[in-house]
């Protein structure tokens, strides 16, 4: 019995003396406080994005993901520069089909067959 109430009180005081040590700190005192990681946007300001630069994107790690606002930001970056692509892209297939079917005027140089060299 004498020997269970030892084994007993030491098991609190080990208990005890790590729980100060964790609380405390330690000799070297408590972690500091380290600002939370930030995304870079990697996606080029002075020119459209890239197939590399989307490649590129690399989203720092959160406790339940990625941060919900760094990844809209890309996104919402991504999806204007593909609008802005698509309506150029529309524009130049207007353009060319108001080209095609515009009547022809006349011939041009272009138009015309090559005259043929006889001896």
Same mark, same amino acid.
């Given at each position: 019995?004498?020997?269970?109430?030892?084994?007993?009180?030491?098991? !609190?005081?080990?208990?005890?003396?790590?729980?100060?040590?964790?609380?405390?700190?330690?000799?070297?005192?408590?972690?500091?406080?380290?600002?939370?990681?930030?995304?870079?946007?990697?996606?080029?300001?002075?020119?459209?994005?890239?197939?590399?630069?989307?490649?590129?994107?690399?989203?720092?790690?959160?406790?339940?993901?990625?941060?919900?606002?760094?990844?809209?930001? !890309?996104?919402?970056?991504?999806?204007?520069?593909?609008?802005?692509?698509? !309506?150029?892209?529309?524009?130049?297939?207007? !353009?060319?089909?108001?080209?095609?079917?515009?009547?022809?005027?006349?011939?041009?140089?272009?138009?015309?067959?090559?005259?043929?060299?006889?001896?």
């Amino acid at each position: 019995m004498v020997m269970f109430l030892f084994l007993v009180v030491a098991l !609190a005081v080990v208990v005890a003396a790590v729980t100060l040590s964790v609380v405390s700190g330690g000799e070297s005192g408590p972690l500091p406080e380290v600002a939370p990681e930030r995304f870079q946007d990697p996606l080029p300001p002075d020119r459209p994005v890239n197939r590399a630069d989307v490649e590129s994107i690399r989203f720092p790690l959160v406790p339940r993901g990625y941060r919900m606002a760094d990844v809209d930001d !890309a996104l919402s970056r991504l999806g204007a520069e593909l609008a802005e692509r698509d !309506a150029r892209i529309a524009d130049l297939e207007s !353009a060319l089909a108001g080209a095609q079917a515009a009547p022809h005027g006349p011939h041009t140089s272009l138009d015309r067959p090559e005259p043929e060299d006889r001896p």
